[in-house]
């Protein structure tokens, strides 16, 4: 039966005083009913939507139920990158920030900036995507490029309206925060947890991650998840105001939860007492924070700092002192990384430090160890600063007992039983092994797999170990090798799970080649110079051919990290796993035609004069890229002189030797019609 009009005046009072309740409670902190009478007004809609299906619309208050699971999260493309924070570690580099910002923006010492001051929420990042109003899309940050499809959880939590309040949002507009488990609620659950015998989480941030990510979103609407906003992204078709201080106060007026001890102030002074303010407010908050972030608060001041690579200049995130511990070092264990460095870590008696139980702790190297003067059974400190590793500072002197065992570096790999060397004047022992050490193969083929590289998903630790001790593969390039027979024969491998992987596999040679790069490990080469080597050279052929000189054009990269670039495109073993990568079918997007790498084989190009359409180093990057060889000094095997403006001896010596002669216009002429 059609309901009547009386029916749906009801179910769209019922909407809105509830959505006005639930803004009350979590938006403004100031409940006006009790929340039995909430549950009443909520049973009473949910009542008459199950009595009129029809009439149930998605943004309805009781559509946060969460819905049926998901197979997996498809992945989502952030049309802004979502970037992170440069860190601040006192004071001085508070002071510096402040400076630097003054010196950009051209103003005096005197000149105090406004900056917007907020607590540093430890927890996950979202993106909220707002079309018309409505809540269309939640994502995580993932790479800050490449997130998941979260929506169907973030639907799920009660704080982040499905539909925004007000009026006057731009028909896109995209909302920026963190989301949290409160303290509170996370004590309560991880004591159920416990006393059910189920997994506790080690942490609120794991526990919201955790929770984040569930397939099924049945589960997430159970627990108390919440979100603070703090920037916003993508906005089209509308208009924001021109201060980040009065964007969030208009989120807020539109039913998003912003936290009510951000504060705008002058002069970096101020923040700094913020600071101080905020490291007393911390042990009282019902979340964790890690520290505060400063923002410049103007728009047009924030477009003219701009940004670096992954952080802005205009934000700085100002992170409180790391938490301490003291336990009992049992024992020193070496462990064998990726490139065969031999690390010393320290097993540890557990003890909680803020709120994690810490049992491992790095100790970088031998050095170290000399330099802390520790000895097994010593009584140590322990530090712990976020997401970081923990690590040994120093010991109790007067808790040192009578017998202690020194730390001794093992004279063979703990893994392969090679030789463990540490040359003179280097601080870091090797195992000698390389690929034949087992460790190490571990250790690259998860660094292949890993989120920011290929990002294999279902290629965990233990699989790794376990194909690397079954001998199932030697090298990552194997991966792409592996059968269902061979998968299948594993522990605790079902058939369905094998062919997860191999579709994992299989969808992970479409990548990207910042990814790719980053994924060889080459050492020294993290995220970030991977992604500048990529921009720079364009081409993975560019990049394997450039020499160290024109590495070092690249943003970041100086003489040591452009040897190891260079020296690592240099080993054929290297250069064989690179092509079985390729022969396999991983791709990318190419971001310019790379060219024929033999066009110009057995020819000589000198370049001088300055060219103005390209850089000296990119001329020559690309040449070798179509396989010339490319001189400093003319002589008559010179095949070709490349003369820019200014041209001075070599072009004079080459028109004496008869040299065929190119000006600017010619050699990219050349270039492009090789495709470099
Ligand atoms: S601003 C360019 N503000 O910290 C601006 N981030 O280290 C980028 N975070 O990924 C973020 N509280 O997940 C900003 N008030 C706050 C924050 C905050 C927590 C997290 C965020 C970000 C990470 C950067």
Redesign the pocket.
């Known amino acids: 039966m059609a309901a009547s009009k009386k029916i749906v005046d009801e179910i769209n009072r019922l909407r809105v005083e509830l959505d006005r309740h639930n803004y009350l409670y979590h938006t403004l902190d100031q409940s006006e009913i009790s929340d039995a009478e909430f549950d009443r007004l909520f049973h009473q809609l949910k009542a008459l939507e199950t009595e009129h299906p029809e009439l149930v619309t998605e943004d309805s208050p009781t559509q946060r139920v969460g819905s049926a699971p998901l197979e997996s999260f498809s992945q989502v493309q952030h049309e802004m990158p979502m970037?992170?924070?440069d860190n601040a570690f006192g004071d001085e580099d508070m002071l510096d920030f402040d400076r630097r910002v003054r010196a950009r923006l051209e103003r005096s010492e005197e000149y105090r900036v406004r900056y917007t001051c907020?607590?540093?929420?430890d927890g996950v990042?979202v993106s909220l995507m707002y079309e018309n109003g409505r809540l269309v899309r939640g994502a995580t940050?993932g790479d800050g490029t490449t997130g998941e499809d979260i929506t169907q959880n973030v639907r799920t939590i009660e704080s982040i309206p499905l539909k925004l309040h007000g009026k006057g949002h731009p028909s896109r507009l995209e909302i920026r925060g963190?989301v949290y488990f409160p303290r509170s609620g996370f004590d309560k659950m991880n004591a159920e947890a416990e006393k059910a015998g189920q997994k506790v989480f080690a942490n609120p941030r794991n526990a919201a991650a955790g929770t984040l990510r569930q397939l099924d979103s049945r589960l997430t609407a159970k627990r108390p998840l919440t979100m603070f906003a703090?920037?916003v992204g993508l906005v089209e078709g509308g208009e924001l105001p021109a201060a980040h201080s009065d964007i969030l106060a208009i989120l807020k007026t539109w039913g998003i939860r912003v936290n009510p001890l951000i504060e705008t102030v002058e002069g970096v002074g101020a923040c700094l007492e913020y600071y101080e303010r905020m490291l007393i407010e911390r042990p009282s908050l019902d979340y964790e924070i890690d520290g505060v972030?400063f923002k410049v608060d103007n728009l047009d001041e924030q477009a003219t700092l701009g940004m670096l690579t992954r952080t802005?200049r205009w934000?700085i995130?100002h992170k409180f002192p790391a938490e301490e511990g003291i336990t009992i070092l049992e024992d020193v264990e070496f462990q064998v990384g990726r490139t065969g460095a031999v690390t010393p870590v320290a097993r540890l008696q557990p003890v909680q430090v803020g709120g994690v139980t810490i049992s491992n702790a790095t100790l970088h190297n031998m050095d170290e160890i000399a330099r802390l003067d520790l000895v097994i059974g010593d009584t140590v400190v322990i530090q712990r600063a976020g997401d970081v590793i923990p690590k040994v500072v120093g010991f109790v002197p007067e808790k040192r007992p009578k017998k202690t065992r020194m730390v001794e570096l093992p004279g063979t790999c703990p893994a392969c039983g090679s030789e463990v060397l540490k040359p003179e004047g280097e601080v870091i022992a090797r195992c000698t092994g390389g690929l034949q050490c087992s460790a190490q193969r571990k250790e690259s083929i998860r660094h292949f797999a890993s989120r920011l590289a290929l990002d294999i998903e279902g290629l965990g630790d233990k699989l790794v170990n376990q194909l690397v001790d079954e001998d199932l593969i030697e090298s990552p390039a194997d991966l792409f090798k592996l059968t269902e027979a061979q998968l299948v024969k594993l522990e605790r491998m079902a058939p369905k799970s094998a062919n997860n992987l191999l579709e994992a596999l299989e969808k992970s040679k479409i990548t990207t080649l910042p990814r790719f790069i980053y994924s060889l490990g080459i050492q020294e080469v993290g995220e970030s110079t991977a992604r500048n080597l990529a921009q720079f050279f364009k081409g993975l052929d560019v990049l394997r051919s450039a020499d160290e000189e024109t590495l070092q054009e690249v943003p970041d990269v100086g003489p040591v990290v452009a040897q190891k670039i260079a020296h690592f495109f240099q080993q054929d073993v290297n250069n064989q796993v690179i092509n079985q990568f390729i022969a396999s079918g991983v791709r990318w997007e190419q971001e310019e035609e790379t060219g024929d790498p033999e066009a110009l084989l057995g020819e000589t190009y000198v370049l001088t004069g300055t060219l103005s359409s390209l850089t000296r180093n990119e001329a020559k990057a690309r040449l070798q890229s179509l396989g010339a060889r490319v001189s400093g000094s003319v002589s008559a095997k010179t095949s070709y002189v490349v003369a820019g403006d200014a041209a001075g001896s070599k072009l004079t010596k080459a028109q004496s030797l008869g040299v065929a002669i190119m000006d600017e216009d010619a050699l990219i002429e050349l270039l492009e019609k090789h495709g470099a």
């Open positions: 970037l992170s924070l907020e607590p540093k929420i990042a940050r963190e703090y920037s972030v802005p934000a995130a």
